[in-house]
């Protein structure tokens, strides 16, 4: 089983910033990718971000150019650095860690961008 809990989401104005954080109970070289995922309001879930075990990533077309996926081994943690923000990006933002053929999710942080 694997824990996985989100950190860093916030208000923000437009054009701003955010890192938003997701730290996982296992060694995070064991687990097969991490992504990152948005809700917002009335919307399906999304796909905004992977990193694969390997250190292969991919963004969504939507946040190209503006957000980026990374990971520190050595904290199990993976980052998505959010730049330019719009207040399109406003959403619930999840973790979710695929492990063992099993998907682990985070309860989710708010991200709101607004003026």
């Known amino acids: 089983q694997v824990q996985v809990v989100e950190s860093g989401g916030g208000l923000v104005q437009p054009g701003g910033s955010l890192r938003l954080s997701c730290e996982v109970s296992r060694m995070i070289l064991s687990i097969n990718y991490m992504g990152w995922y948005r809700q917002a309001p009335g919307k399906q879930r999304e796909l905004v971000a992977t990193i694969a075990v390997s250190g292969t990533t991919s963004l969504s077309d939507s946040v190209k150019g503006r957000f980026t996926i990374s990971r520190d081994n050595a904290k199990n943690t993976v980052y998505l650095q959010m730049d330019n923000l719009k207040p399109e990006d406003t959403a619930v933002y999840y973790c979710?860690?695929?492990?063992?053929?099993?998907?682990?999710w985070g309860q989710g942080t708010q991200v709101t961008v607004s003026s």
């Open positions: 979710k860690a695929y492990y063992d053929r099993t998907n682990y």
